[in-house]
């Protein structure tokens, strides 16, 4: 007969999890672990169908399992953690990292009871999962996303064309996407070839005259050309199109979650909510302002280098009320914009911040280095950083500061405040002002301004 064998849990752990599950994910069949008295049983494989995965669900609560814990792995995680969530089962969703060490061989099996057994003991941390609220927004915000991409993609192919045909139309207006550029490219699609007829076309508040951009236009045009140009152009539009039609959805969900006292808002203003408010390139076709507003109840476009396509990336990406970051420095170490802590025998072996893909810690490094020429005390602390530290160093402290400074108003709904910052610069001049003045002193010297104004060397 042979002999069952025992599990061996460590006595001295403290079980935190008695009913604790685990699963690992694949692209065709999951194993599913649970933490009963058999290990020869205590596994079992199931399908990627929606059937399986309630099966599984089914098979968890059959032996009391109330909490999995199972890897993201991919999307694999997405319709898994759906189902077992609606069977009333609590996913914690833990990073691969986190459970990549595992002694002996690395099966399918064992990866399952790895994650039960750590599972059980309390010794995983759950990913941060936003809202589910906004995490619709964030699906309207990525496909939105991926539809600009691709856009940028058409534009390049349509500029392809036309420098193989020499016709400089991208080198004449700032924007062949403009009402200029779109005008000549579907001119010459049209069968146009006279460059003084193209060059008609120009808007009234173009740089060059109808002569200079009658010489840009004229080109050597040919079939395979024309025909590349016409498909790229079929595309942009086609994109275009869609995004309008994410656009929509993304206000009406907007719209969804306005304040009490907004509910009953007049035709009028609805149709201003719905107007495009700013005239630039890829921005929304409605007022993203204003809906950001409405949502959080404060206007955070009034940090420095955010824009309402900003805000409504990061308020998709983390929620709109941050309550499961204790402070800002849990939000910051989450977006991995802060400096590491490695620390060994009392001594710090770096400070290197950590690699992360998040795309609301990429918004804020975007805004952060979009101020370095504006003139704003948040800009002035990204010029000393820079100096300090080099550029992309500096991304990465304004980006930290501006995120505390976002954490602070979304939490408390409080305004941005630029004093706050302009003082610390203050006391930062202040502080070379002592240094500069202690240096001198030591060479027997003193300190004079422009105006011949004496500087004494402060006590201390």
């Known amino acids: 007969m042979k002999k069952k064998r025992k599990p061996k849990n460590p006595k001295s752990w403290k079980v935190v999890n008695p009913n604790a599950g685990g699963v690992d994910l694949a692209s065709e069949i999951h194993y599913a672990a649970i933490g009963h008295d058999d290990p020869d049983r205590d596994v079992r494989s199931f399908g990627a169908t929606t059937s399986e995965l309630k099966r599984m669900a089914n098979w968890f609560l059959?032996?009391?399992?109330n909490t999995v814990a199972l890897e993201a792995t991919g999307v694999y995680w997405i319709p898994s953690t759906q189902i077992l969530e609606s069977s009333g089962i609590e996913v914690l969703l833990v990073h691969p990292s986190h459970v990549r060490?595992?002694?002996?061989?690395?099966?399918?099996?064992?990866?399952?009871?790895?994650?039960?057994?750590?599972?059980?003991?309390?010794?995983?941390?759950?990913?941060?999962?936003?809202?589910?609220?906004?995490?619709?927004?964030?699906?309207?915000?990525?496909?939105?996303?991926?539809?600009?991409?691709?856009?940028?993609?058409?534009?390049?192919?349509?500029?392809?064309?036309?420098?193989?045909?020499?016709?400089?139309?991208?080198?004449?207006?700032?924007?062949?996407?403009?009402?200029?550029?779109?005008?000549?490219?579907?001119?010459?699609?049209?069968g146009?070839?006279?460059?003084?007829?193209?060059?008609?076309?120009?808007?009234?508040?173009?740089?060059?005259?109808?002569?200079?951009?009658?010489?840009?236009?004229?080109?050597?045009?040919?079939?395979?050309?024309?025909?590349?140009?016409?498909?790229?152009?079929?595309?942009?539009?086609?994109?275009?199109?869609?995004?309008?039609?994410?656009?929509?959805e993304i206000s009406n969900f907007l719209?969804?979650?306005?304040?009490?006292?907004?509910?009953?808002?007049?035709?009028?203003?609805?149709?201003?909510?719905?107007?495009?408010?700013?005239?630039?390139?890829?921005?929304?076709?409605?007022?993203?302002?204003?809906m950001a507003q409405f949502l959080v109840g404060v206007d955070l476009t009034t940090i420095p280098g955010f824009r309402s396509g900003t805000v409504l990336k990061i308020l998709s990406e983390t929620g709109w009320t941050l309550k499961e970051f204790k402070t800002a420095h849990h939000f910051a170490s989450w977006l991995a914009i802060c400096p590491g802590n490695d620390k060994s025998g009392g001594k710090n072996k770096s400070g290197k911040t950590r690699r992360s893909a998040s795309r609301a810690a990429e918004a804020f490094r975007m805004a952060a280095q979009s101020i370095h020429r504006s003139q704003d005390p948040l800009a002035d602390y990204y010029r000393r950083m820079k100096a300090r530290l080099g550029p992309a160093q500096a991304i990465t402290a304004t980006a930290h500061k501006m995120a505390r400074i976002y954490y602070k108003m979304l939490t408390e709904k409080v305004e941005y405040q630029p004093n706050l910052i302009a003082q610390d610069a203050e006391k930062q001049k202040a502080r070379k002002m002592r240094s500069l003045q202690k240096m001198a002193a030591s060479l027997g010297l003193g300190?004079?301004?422009?105006?011949?104004?004496?500087?004494?060397?402060?006590?201390?």
């Open 62 to 65: 059959d032996n009391g399992v």
């Open 101 to 190: 060490i595992l002694k002996g061989k690395k099966t399918d099996v064992k990866d399952s009871q790895w994650l039960q057994k750590l599972h059980t003991f309390g010794l995983l941390e759950g990913a941060f999962r936003p809202s589910p609220e906004a995490g619709i927004l964030r699906s309207y915000m990525r496909r939105r996303d991926a539809l600009v991409k691709m856009s940028t993609r058409h534009i390049l192919h349509m500029q392809k064309a036309l420098d193989q045909m020499n016709v400089l139309v991208h080198r004449a207006v700032s924007d062949i996407t403009g009402k200029t550029g779109l005008k000549i490219i579907k001119s010459i699609l049209d």
């Open 192 to 248: 146009e070839r006279d460059p003084l007829t193209l060059g008609k076309l120009r808007h009234g508040t173009c740089k060059l005259s109808a002569i200079e951009m009658a010489e840009a236009l004229n080109g050597d045009f040919r079939e395979e050309h024309l025909f590349a140009l016409g498909q790229s152009l079929a595309q942009y539009e086609f994109n275009e199109a869609q995004v309008l039609e994410c656009d929509i």
């Open 255 to 290: 719209l969804k979650y306005r304040p009490k006292d907004l509910e009953n808002l007049t035709p009028a203003i609805l149709k201003k909510l719905k107007t495009k408010s700013d005239k630039s390139r890829n921005t929304f076709n409605f007022d993203g302002q204003t």
């Open 447 to 460: 300190l004079v301004d422009k105006d011949g104004v004496i500087y004494e060397p402060q006590a201390t």
